[in-house]
């Protein structure tokens, strides 16, 4: 059944922008992406937005809908009702290029600043062996279609600004995570953890969970167990003497 | 022309910002409930355990020998005959100090360490954030990288003190079988047992728990039975949250039912002796 949907973007660029009221037709199964290209083909030509697989899939569409960071393409409309005011706003984190699309190279800065999966000394590829149980956790990480909503939503850069120099935000640490729970990566990434990507800012207020479109435990499975091993690593005197005495290094 | 606009490289390009949307959050929804009800369940559950562990009465049923976890372990002079369980190796004690002074204060440090109530208090008391998407009150930031939130770090330490806190309640709750007149079970036996098994799933699904069993581990492979261990410990994990509600909540029942009967405002239920 179409009905006409009330639909509130925001339009503007770095200098200025507001929301402006829109009426587009909406028709059943459709999602907000969808309305938004109406928009574009019949009232807004040059409304700016970036898609690109309408599948959940590239994470090209992050924007807000009604506050809430979310996928264009996964938001359904049936989760509204027809009467609602629905706003569509650009990432609030990150610097925006003109309407709906945003500058997200944030994200590429902090990508580059975590060394590379580091194999052990010796160890040619083609010659990497390992066993599933030991990659599993690192798999769930690979999940992530860097879509960014999470990052957007955190209160350490979203509401400070100033901090983005020194924290990496969920998706980068969850990197580290994955890379120092994988069985082959030889890095040390613990202490950089803290020091260099900023853990000790997150407060595990877990809106990086809720937010992410790939159902990743980010805060339980990779924030946490950080904190567990930079807790290990820094501030717990008995772990510190067990690995001086013997000699552990990493079991 | 299109790409004119949008190439941020462009010659007349203005230095980035964000987009300007006055409003601290957009969200339509009711974010201001999750925040309100945890300051509320939390709220109750302070003033309640406080009133209760320096009241020092009605903590002993002297004839079902059930024991309120709040004075648990009993060790001075000053508990009624019968409560003390592992002796009253410490002599009187002051009226302003609960009787339970050597668990009160790690049970309470294990909670206000915990990662899930570290989250509950810090969107709801301390508003950073009160909700996903909703602007913090606050000034600047700096999470727990410096003193005192960084002494969160401890929690560890008060996981170990709670393991041993827990066996002392589970022995309370085992001796409860038997009362003045011999083995039997009642009503304040099933409420104990309940409380205690709840609390030995809120302890063990602690993340600290996890990574001590085997989360700390790189290779599960080279460690099959802390693996197993590991696996079970983040089943409950999973739950932590509900596990951390349910037994605030059963640690007030408890203690109130132990209230109720042995001040003998009502009689506990027996079923078996
Ligand atoms: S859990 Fe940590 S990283 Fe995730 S949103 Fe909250 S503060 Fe940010
Ligand atoms: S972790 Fe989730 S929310 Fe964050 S970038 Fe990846 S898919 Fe998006
Ligand atoms: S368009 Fe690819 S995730 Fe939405
Ligand atoms: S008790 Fe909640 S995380 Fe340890």
């Known amino acids: 059944m179409a009905y006409q949907a009330k639909l509130r973007v925001w339009r503007g660029d770095a200098t200025a922008g507001e929301l402006q009221d829109f009426e587009v037709e909406a028709n059943e199964g459709e999602v907000v992406l969808d309305l938004i290209h109406r928009l574009q083909a019949t009232q807004a030509p040059d409304l700016a937005v ?56 944030y994200n590429y800065t902090k990508a580059r600043e975590i060394p590379a999966f580091t194999p052990p000394e010796g160890l040619e590829p083609g010659e990497y062996r390992m066993q599933q149980v030991d990659v599993e956790r690192s798999q769930e990480f690979r999940k992530c279609i860097e879509c960014f909503l999470c990052q957007d939503t955190c209160h350490v850069i979203r509401d400070h600004e100033e901090n983005k120099e020194s924290f990496a935000g969920p998706r980068f640490l969850m990197r580290v995570a994955e890379l120092e ?52 690593r820094r501030y717990d005197p008995i772990v510190w003497l067990g690995n001086k005495i013997f000699k552990r290094n990493g079991a | 022309m299109a790409f004119d606009v949008a190439s941020p490289s462009s010659t007349d390009t203005p230095p980035p910002a964000r987009a300007s949307i006055p409003a601290r959050t957009l969200r339509t929804d009711r974010w201001w409930l999750p925040p309100l009800l945890t300051t509320l369940g939390l709220a109750t559950f302070v003033v309640y355990a406080t009133v209760r562990s320096f009241m020092r009465s009605d903590y002993w049923d002297a004839e079902n020998h059930y024991l309120t976890p709040f004075y648990s372990p009993c060790l001075s002079d000053s508990c009624v005959a019968g409560s003390s369980h592992f002796g009253t190796p410490i002599g009187e004690l002051p009226g302003f100090i609960p009787l339970a002074f050597l668990s009160l204060p790690f049970l309470l440090g294990f909670r206000l360490t915990c990662y899930y109530y570290r989250k509950a208090y810090y969107r709801s008391i301390w508003m950073a954030p009160p909700a996903c998407g909703v602007g913090e009150p606050h000034e600047r930031y700096t999470g727990e990288t410096r ?14 003190a709670a393991l041993v806190i827990t066996i ?16 039997g079970i009642g009503l304040g036996n099933v409420v104990l047992l309940l409380n205690v098994v709840l609390l030995w799933c809120y302890t063990l699904s602690c993340h600290s728990c996890r990574h001590v069993t085997g989360g700390r581990l790189k290779h599960f492979s080279r460690n099959p039975v802390r693996y197993w261990t590991w696996t079970q410990v983040s089943r409950l994990n999973t739950r ?6 349910l037994t605030l909540g059963t640690l007030v029942l408890t203690d109130l039912y132990v209230w109720l009967v042995s001040s003998g405002a009502i009689a506990d239920l027996r079923f078996i002796n």
């Open chain 2, 240 to 245: 932590h949250m509900q596990f951390a509600w």
């Open chain 2, 147 to 160: 003193l005192p939130l960084i002494l969160q770090n401890v929690h560890r330490y008060f996981f170990y």
């Open chain 1, 181 to 232: 729970m994988h069985p082959l990566d030889a890095g040390d990434r613990v202490e950089a953890a803290q020091s260099a990507h900023g853990l000790g800012y997150c407060n595990i207020t877990k809106c990086c969970t809720e937010v992410c479109p790939e159902g990743i435990q980010i805060t339980d499975n990779a924030l946490i167990p950080m904190k567990e091993r930079v807790a290990d």
């Open chain 1, 50 to 105: 970036r898609w690109n697989c309408k599948a959940g899939k590239c994470g090209s569409c992050s924007a807000e809908v009604n506050g809430k960071p979310k996928l264009l393409c996964m938001t359904r409309m049936s989760t509204f009702a027809e009467d609602e005011v629905i706003s569509v706003t650009p990432m609030r984190t990150f610097p925006v290029i003109r309407d709906l699309v945003t500058d997200v190279s």
């Open chain 2, 168 to 183: 002392i309640n589970t022995y309370d709750a085992i001796l409860a079988f038997g009362g003045e007149n011999g083995f």
